[in-house]
C-alpha cells in the first residue's frame, strides 16, 4: 500500500515537471486497489490510469515518464511495478473543408447567432476521434446544452434534452440532402 501509495504521489508531478505548460495534458490516478482487510499488509496493488494530452509528442513523454516513475519509484521500497499501458483515444481532429461546411449547414438552419463555429477544447475522450483518423469529417455538438450541475456529458446526473431531438434530425437530415446535392 505505501509503495503504491508513493506512485500515486510521483505520477502527480509529471505535468507539472516534465510538460511544457502551454500543453494541455492530464494524468489522473482513478482507480486503486490494493489488499484483503485491514490488519493484513497488502503483497499487490493495482492503479489505474486516465492520461489526456492533445498532442501525440506529450502522450508519448506521458507514457515514457509513467513508466519510468512507477518502475524506480516501486525499486526505490524494494518493489517491483509492471506498467500495462494501454494506449487511449486518440485526439479528435476535425478536417477544415467538412467542418466549414457542418457549419454553414448549421447556420442555414438555425441562423448565425445560435451557431458556434469552434469552442474550447475539450479533454474529453471520444470514440469518432478514430474514424477520423482514417476519413476526413468533423465531430460537433448540436447545442444540447450544459446540465444543471454544470457537466456538458458523461455525468450519472446528466439529462439530455429532449426538446433538441427535432433540431437534431433538421440538422442531420439537412446535412445529408446538401451533401448528396454537390
Known amino acids: 500500500m505505501v509503495v503504491a501509495a508513493s506512485i500515486v504521489m510521483a505520477l502527480q508531478t509529471i505535468v507539472a515537471r516534465n510538460v511544457d505548460p502551454s500543453q494541455p495534458a492530464v494524468v489522473t490516478v482513478g482507480f486503486m486497489h490494493a489488499g484483503t482487510a485491514n490488519n493484513v499488509i497488502a503483497s499487490t496493488a493495482k492503479l489505474e490510469l486516465s492520461v ?6 506529450v502522450r508519448a513523454l506521458l507514457k515514457k515518464r509513467i513508466t519510468e516513475l512507477a518502475e ?3 525499486a526505490s521500497y524494494g518493489g ?27 447556420r442555414e438552419l438555425v441562423g448565425d447567432d445560435k451557431v458556434v463555429a469552434q469552442t474550447n477544447i475539450l479533454m474529453g475522450s471520444e470514440d469518432f476521434a478514430f474514424m477520423l483518423q482514417k476519413r476526413s469529417g468533423t ?11 454544470g457537466c456538458m456529458v ?26 448528396l446535392s454537390r
Open 154 to 179: 458523461h455525468n450519472p446526473h446528466y439529462d439530455f434534452n429532449d426538446r433538441n431531438l427535432s433540431v437534431g434530425a433538421a440538422f442531420w437530415t439537412r446535412l445529408a440532402e446538401r451533401y
Open 139 to 149: 465531430f460537433l455538438r448540436i447545442g444540447n446544452g450544459v446540465g444543471e450541475d
Open 72 to 74: 524506480t519509484q516501486a
Open 80 to 106: 517491483k511495478a509492471i506498467v500495462d499501458y494501454i494506449e487511449g483515444y486518440p485526439v479528435v481532429v476535425n478536417s477544415d473543408d467538412e467542418t466549414d461546411f457542418a457549419v454553414q449547414v448549421a
Open 52 to 57: 489526456r494530452s492533445f498532442s501525440a509528442e
